[in-house]
T-cell receptor, first 114, second 113 residues
């Protein structure tokens, strides 16, 4: 595997379910990110981790819970979601936080909440 | 705060037409500027970037010049192909080292044969 991978690619869940999204980067990067991409809205940064430490929580509801066990893996745990949480969830990584650094994105998980 | 405004889409062109997608920004300091592209069913990929004023980023025939005087970073390509059909995002990051990328809303481009 190369680059940034995300599983599953598609997920349908009910509002009472608990599920997790997984992201893995094979680039040796130190920073990882979760974004939410909804139709007709700019990409929303949700969480940022640097060297496994969370450095940003962009006012995300507590029904989204991130976990970063090491610099290569990032999870997003989901519980009691709402239909408006349906979106494409993108994971990204970068070498570090220096200005001008490129972020590398995974293909995303298309989440549908019924 | 920092923000990015890019032209509303969708944009539909015929193959070999000239492309311009406008992007302007508001930022404190000296941000780095990026264009990302998202092909159908995929994540975003960096297309090009510029880290200081008057820099020109270029890749795959696309170009954009960092214009500090007009706070702009317009994307251009002289002759588009069907394979360029995608959503294009303009973005900035704080040159001071912030990890935050601020994105525009995206512009969908469709190129017809």
């Amino acid at each position: 595997e190369t680059g940034v991978t995300q599983t599953p690619r598609h997920l349908v869940m009910g509002m009472t379910n608990k599920k997790s999204l997984k992201c893995e980067q094979h680039l040796g990067h130190n920073a990882m990110y979760w974004y939410k991409q909804s139709a007709k809205k700019p990409l929303e940064l949700m969480f940022v981790y640097n060297f496994k430490e969370q450095t940003e929580n962009n006012s995300v509801p507590s029904r989204f819970s991130p976990e970063c066990p090491n610099s290569s893996h990032l999870f997003l745990h989901l519980h009691t979601l709402q239909p408006e949480d349906s979106a494409l969830y993108l994971c990204a990584s970068s070498q570090d936080f220096a200005g001008g650094n490129e972020q590398f994105f995974g293909p995303g998980t298309r989440l549908t909440v019924l | 705060g920092n923000s990015v405004t890019q032209m509303e889409g969708p944009v539909t062109l015929s193959e070999e037409a000239f492309l311009t997608i406008n992007c302007t920004y508001t930022a404190t300091g000296y941000p780095s500027l990026f264009w990302y592209v998202q092909y159908p069913g995929e994540g975003l990929q960096l297309l090009l970037k510029a880290t200081k004023a008057d820099d020109k980023g270029s890749n795959k025939g696309f170009e954009a010049t960092y214009r500090k005087e007009t706070t702009s970073f317009h994307l251009e390509k002289g002759s588009v192909q069907v394979s360029d059909s995608a959503v294009y995002f303009c973005a900035l990051s704080d040159q001071g080292g912030s990890e935050k990328l601020v994105f525009g809303k995206g512009t969908k481009l469709t190129v017809n044969p």
